[in-house]
């Protein structure tokens, strides 16, 4: 019913950027928040970024200043902008949408497949 389609992980060095996207495709029918997790090796799945319908943003601490969440409503589409990039920032980073389907009443999670970011010391 529902899809997320992540893309732009990858290898980069210290200091460099990457830019992630995610676009939501399917029966949507409303997205109230739109957000970026990671998960490094032997840990806990954490929030970097966040993005609700209002406009308002939540970083984590150790990415403010560095990162940059937008969001295209047009294109049910959420970007996450990385930059300063640190080895520490490596981890699977997962899209996550908190939505409804069409034709539904009840919001639920969603989640991407997930893209690995490689920063490299």
């Known amino acids: 019913q529902v899809q997320l389609v992540e893309s732009g992980g990858g290898l980069v060095q210290a200091g460099g950027s990457l830019r992630l996207s995610c676009a939501v495709s399917?029966?949507?029918?409303?997205?109230?928040?739109m957000g970026w997790y990671r998960q490094a090796p032997g840990k806990q799945r954490e929030l970097v970024a966040i993005l609700i319908s209002d406009g308002n943003t939540n970083y984590a601490d150790s990415v403010k200043g560095r990162f940059t969440i937008s969001r295209d409503n047009a294109k049910n589409t959420v970007y996450l902008q990385m930059n300063s990039l640190d080895p520490e920032d490596t981890a699977v980073y997962y899209c996550n949408a908190y939505m409804r389907v069409r034709g539904t009443l009840r919001y639920s999670d969603y989640w991407g497949q997930g893209t690995q970011v490689t920063v490299s010391s």
């Open positions: 399917g029966s949507v029918g409303s997205i109230n928040a």
